[in-house]
């Protein structure tokens, strides 16, 4: 069967690497891809959201699947034209429709969802333009620090942790009134800041049965120690060690099962991944955010854990069959380190030669932005670059390998984190003597 994948990160690299040791993938397309994923499957320059080119591409080189990584294509309803398009609908599209993409799509109405169905989660309220005052009195009323989100997507950087009343008041203005995140900020989420540490899940769904699949910790402070600016992600690990048995099985009964349900009362249909940010508060799970696809950079800590056919997964999706299917998990722990261009997430250039990627051993290096120029020759195209992933027998092995490839690759003002899992390591080194740690309520 041929593949389709639409994307251009290191996400998009770790599915398309994943698909291709299936023996039941013919051929594998990323539209538009990098250079890392050129290395096993044909780029297809077109644009995620041009829905009429893909399903041009899609019909002219008999595509029968289509696996959407990045969320702006599910948000702006790419399965729905599919759905609609006679010789398209027998596609299998792995994504949810644009009613279920509005989990990610708008935080508004995923809190809302929340609040509907009973699924813990910090207490909020939404305000515009047209209610700015109000927002303001009721920043005035918050504890701090308290969190402002933009409703939209925003590239994973639309969350501000504020302090006091001066600096909510201060972004809160810039996002409303002088559009900071454009048309994603046209509603600001002003959310309780709940004390905790981070914790991703993921569930392969067709809205009804789901898999759950390895957990992961991401790191979106650029800063070493989780300070500094947010990114989009600067590492993960997988497994993270205080998501036990009994804090998964609390996540399943409270949070997934009736996310599940609710969509199904709302008459929602749901096919594809579901990445839902954890929050654990004194051992307690609380939703800070839905997304509707697999995460970046946790995929590239997970897939590699992930031992079953990734196609077969996708093929039981289709089948309505996740109950029967058995996934299987390498227990190893997955550590991966995101290289990125010096000045990210500000200003950065673009174009810098990248060296060393053939000195990278023992590990998984996945592509985030980068592109082949015209002598061929890797480049870098974007603000995170490259993944570099390693397994080992704990995390100390595994990050040791991470950090030693991470420092092969090489460009002018290149960048990455050396103390991914900083937290966790301590957290193992004081095991069964405290709670864990807290963090900033970072993701969005």
């Known amino acids: 069967m041929k593949v389709l994948i639409i994307g251009s990160g290191a996400r998009e690299h770790a599915i398309a690497w994943k698909l291709s040791q299936s023996q039941y993938c013919e051929k594998i397309f990323v539209a538009p891809g990098n250079a890392g994923t050129a290395q096993f499957a044909t780029n297809v320059d077109v644009s995620i959201t041009d829905f009429e080119e893909i399903a041009k591409f ?7 699947m289509v696996v959407v990584g990045q969320e702006a294509a599910l948000v702006d309803g790419i399965h729905d034209y599919f759905l609609a398009t006679e010789y398209l609908k027998e596609i299998l599209v792995v994504g949810p429709c644009k009613a279920g993409a509005q989990l990610e799509g708008s935080k ?42 933009a409703d939209g997507l925003a590239a994973g950087k639309g969350v501000i942790i504020a302090q006091d ?13 002088n559009a900071r995140f454009g048309k994603a900020s046209a509603k600001v989420v002003v959310e309780e800041y709940l004390d905790g540490i981070e914790v991703s899940a993921f569930i392969l769904t067709d809205g009804k049965d789901y898999l759950l699949l390895p957990e992961a910790k991401d790191y979106k402070r650029i800063g070493e120690g989780d300070t500094g600016l947010n990114t989009g992600g600067m590492g993960s690990i997988s497994p993270v060690s205080f998501a036990d048995d009994v804090f998964m099985q609390k996540v399943k009964t409270r949070i997934i099962e009736p996310t599940l349900k609710g969509l199904q009362s709302e008459n929602i249909p749901y096919s594809g991944f579901l990445f839902i940010g954890l929050m654990s508060v004194k051992g307690e799970p609380y ?25 077969e997964m996708f093929q039981a999706l289709h089948d309505h069959t996740l109950g ?63 993944a570099v992933t390693a397994l080992g027998e704990n995390l100390h092995q595994a990050l040791e390998k991470a950090n030693t490839a991470a420092s092969a690759i090489t460009w002018q ?24 740690p807290e963090h900033d309520q970072i993701l969005g």
């Not at 899609?58 to 029968?64: E, G, V």
């Not at 991966?336 to 200003?347: C, F, W």
């Not at 030669?353 to 061929?376: C, M, R, Y």
């Open 324 to 386: 029967q299917f058995k996934l299987e998990i390498d227990p190893r722990t997955a550590a991966t380190v995101m290289l990125v261009a010096g000045g990210y997430p500000e200003n950065y250039a673009k174009e810098k030669e990248i060296s060393g990627l053939d000195q990278a051993k023992d590990v998984h290096v996945f592509h985030a932005g980068t592109k082949l120029n015209h002598d061929h020759k890797v480049v870098t195209n974007g603000g995170r670059v490259i």
């Open 165 to 177: 009343f001066e600096e909510a008041s201060f972004h809160f203005k810039d996002m409303l009134q």
């Open 58 to 64: 899609a019909t002219d080189f008999d595509i029968m």
């Open 108 to 149: 508004d109405f995923s809190k809302k969802f929340m609040q509907q169905y009973g699924i813990p989660t910090a207490k909020s309220q939404t305000f515009t333009t047209d209610n700015f005052d109000d927002g303001l009195a009721y920043l005035q009323t918050q504890n701090y620090p308290t969190v402002l989100k």
């Open 413 to 436: 003002n290149r960048y990455f984190r050396r103390d991914i899992g900083f937290d966790l390591k301590a957290l193992a080194d004081k095991k069964g003597t405290a709670a864990a």
């Open 287 to 311: 939703v800070i955010e839905y997304n509707v696809r697999l995460g970046d950079p946790e995929t590239e800590s997970i897939l590699p854990r992930i031992k079953s056919d990734l196609f």
